[in-house]
């Protein structure tokens, strides 16, 4: 399984995309809040194999423009959890 962390500030988000066992696939980044940066995520995900699963901070409103342009359907993502309420939502 891959794991994507998000950690979401005013303005972009710092993402970093693991696999069990310690593999880096992707090392702590800064991604901005634009489609275009988003959607080259989205890309970047959609590309790996196996499962993968998100985890976002929800940090007041800042979230939102993240969980909006990537609340997309695919086979590749399966589940977002927001990380203070705990509840999942499909994305990707």
Known sequence: M???GID???GKSTVTIRRAGDVVIMPP???THTQSAINDLIDLIRGLDRETK???EHTGRYYKPVAMMSVLPSRS???MCLS?????MPVF
């Open 77 to 79: 993502m399966t589940k």
């Open 84 to 88: 203070d309420t705990i509840s999942f």
């Open 29 to 31: 980044r800064d991604i």
């Open 54 to 56: 998100a985890c976002m």
């Open 8 to 10: 979401v500030s005013k």
């Open 2 to 4: 891959n794991a994507v």
